[in-house]
C-alpha cells in the first residue's frame, strides 16, 4: 500500500491511521487523521507537548479511536514509519525480509529505511525482520544513529571512532557489568552525546529495554533537532569521541591546552610502564578522564560514571579544581598499600583516593579490594581507577614521563 503524503514545509500530514486487532498488529486505515488531540494524552501528561507535536507534522498519527496509546510499546514497523516521515525521501530499496511482503502496511517505510541507511539488512538475521516485534533502546540507538550519519557523514565518523578503538569508554553502568551488545556501544555512545536517549534513575541505559509511543515522540522532536546541527556542537560527544581518540577527555571539557612545544599528550604514554621511584611498582595510565567541578554543579558526560553529589565530592565544587580519574594497570613489586605507592611517586601516575564507593558498585569500576592492609599483593597484576585533581587558573601545568621518555605535558595559558 503506498501511504498518501500531504506536505507541510519538508513533512507531510499522514493519511494514515491505525488499529490494534487482537493479535496487536498495526493496521492501516485509508482515511485522514486530522486530529492532534487524543482522549487519552491529557494536557497534564508529561509528553503532552511532544505528541501534539509529531501529530501536528504527521509523523506519529493516533488509532481509529481517537487514542494515542501514550504508554504502548513502539514496534519494529511503527519506528521505521516514523523515521521514514522525518526523511519523506523518494529513494527506495527493495526489501529481502520473507516477513515483510508488498502488501505489507509499513514495506513503504521499511524500504525508504534501506534507502536512508537508517536500517541495515545486516542487522537481521534469516531475512526476518519481525515488524511487530518491540524496538530495543539498543535497536533504536543503531537506527538513530544510521539516520544522523546519513544527514551528516561526521556522525558516521564519531560511530567508526568510538567502534574502531580500544580507548572507547561509554558512560554506562552496562559497559563494565556486561547487559549490552559490544557492537550498540558507539550507536548507544552517540545517542548519548547529542542528548537523543539517555540514563535511568540509576544511571543504566538498558539497551535491552523497550520505548513507549509517549517517549518517541520525544525522542522524534530531538532527533529533527539533531539534524540541523553539526556533531561538533555536543560537548558530550566530543569528550567522548577525544577520549576514543586519546584515551582523555581534556581538550573538550577544561582549559587546558597542549604544549606549544608538541611536548605530547596522554595518548603517547596510555599504556607505557613507568617505574614508581620507591620501588613499589610499575603502573601504566590507560585513561584520564575530567569531571568540570570549577563551579557549583559537576559538567561533563562522564560526571554521572564517577562523581558522586551525595558525597564527600561536593568538597570539590566551587574550589576552581577540575576532578580527574585516572585508570592504571599497576603491577607491584611487592606487598603494598595504595598511600605507600602514592608517597614519593609522581602525583599523575598515583593516587592515594579511590574512586567513591557507590560509583565502583553502580558502575562496576576496577577498584583494589580493601581487605587487608596491603590491597597489592606481589605477583598480581591490578586494573583500577583512582581519583586525582587539577587546578583551573592561569599557568597550570599536566605533565608525566614514561619510562621510554615519552611524556604528556598540558598548560593553561596565562
Known amino acids: 500500500m503506498k501511504r498518501n503524503r500531504i506536505r507541510t514545509n519538508k513533512f507531510f500530514m499522514a493519511a494514515m491511521t491505525a488499529t490494534l486487532t487482537t493479535a496487536c498488529v498495526v493496521a492501516p486505515v485509508t482515511t485522514e487523521a486530522a486530529t492532534t488531540k487524543f482522549k487519552d494524552v491529557p494536557s497534564s501528561h508529561w509528553a503532552y507537548k511532544a505528541i501534539t507535536e509529531v501529530a501536528q507534522k504527521g509523523l506519529v498519527t493516533g488509532y481509529a479511536d481517537g487514542t ?9 514497523a511503527e519506528f521505521a514509519t516514523f523515521l521514514s516521515r522525518v526523511f519523506d525521501g523518494k529513494e527506495r530499496t527493495p526489501s529481502k525480509f520473507t516477513d515483510v511482503g508488498a502488501s505489507h ?4 517505510a521499511i524500504q525508504e529505511g534501506l534507502a536512508v541507511g537508517f536500517i541495515k539488512s545486516s542487522d537481521f538475521s534469516n531475512n526476518k525482520f519481525e515488524p511487530n516485534k ?11 544513529a544510521n539516520g544522523l550519519a546519513h544527514a551528516n557523514a561526521d556522525y558516521g565518523k564519531a560511530v567508526e571512532e568510538m567502534a574502531n578503538s580500544s580507548r572507547t569508554l ?13 557492537q550498540d556501544l ?6 548519548l552525546g547529542t542528548g537523543l536517549l539517555g540514563g535511568y534513575e540509576d544511571f543504566s541505559f538498558k539497551p535491552s529495554g523497550n520505548t513507549t509511543r509517549a517517549e518517541v515522540a520525544t525522542i522524534l522532536i530531538r532527533f529533527m533537532d539533531v539534524m540541523k546541527k553539526d556533531p561538533s556542537e555536543f560537548t558530550g560527544l566530543n569528550e567522548l569521541r577525544e577520549v576514543s581518540k586519546t584515551g582523555t577527555n581534556i581538550l573538550t571539557l577544561t582549559r587546558y591546552e597542549q604544549s606549544p612545544l608538541k611536548l ?4 603517547d604514554v596510555l599504556g607505557k610502564q613507568h617505574t614508581y621511584l620507591n620501588n613499589t611498582g610499575i603502573v601504566t595510565i590507560e585513561h584520564a578522564i575530567f569531571v568540570d567541578t570549577t563551579g557549583s554543579k559537576p559538567v561533563g558526560i562522564y ?6 553529589p551525595k558525597s564527600e565530592d561536593t568538597i570539590f565544587l566551587n574550589k576552581n579544581i577540575y576532578k580527574l580519574y585516572y585508570e592504571y594497570t599497576f ?10 605507592v602514592s608517597n614519593g611517586s609522581h602525583m599523575h601516575y598515583a593516587s592515594s583516593l579511590l574512586v567513591n564507593k557507590s560509583k565502583i558498585e553502580q558502575f562496576n569500576l576496577s577498584s583494589p579490594k580493601n581487605t587487608s592492609k596491603n590491597e597489592f599483593i606481589k605477583g598480581e597484576k591490578y586494573r583500577y581507577w583512582a581519583q586525582n585533581g587539577a587546578m583551573n587558573q592561569a599557568g597550570e601545568t599536566i605533565d608525566g614521563l614514561a619510562d621510554d621518555g615519552n611524556r604528556f605535558y598540558y598548560v593553561i595559558p596565562k
Open 105 to 108: 502496511w509499513a514495506n513503504d
Open 134 to 144: 518491540p524496538m530495543t533502546r539498543g535497536e533504536m540507538s543503531r537506527w538513530l
Open 186 to 191: 558507539p550507536y548507544i555512545g552517540l545517542v
Open 264 to 267: 605530547g599528550g596522554y595518548e
Open 68 to 76: 494515542y496509546k501514550p504508554s504502548a510499546q513502539v514496534t519494529r
Open 170 to 182: 561509554i558512560p554506562i553502568p552496562e559497559f563494565y557489568k556486561g547487559g549490552v551488545n559490544k
Open 331 to 340: 603491577v607491584p613489586s611487592r606487598d603494598t598499600s595504595v598511600q605507600s
Open 303 to 308: 560526571k554521572d560514571m564517577f562523581f558522586n
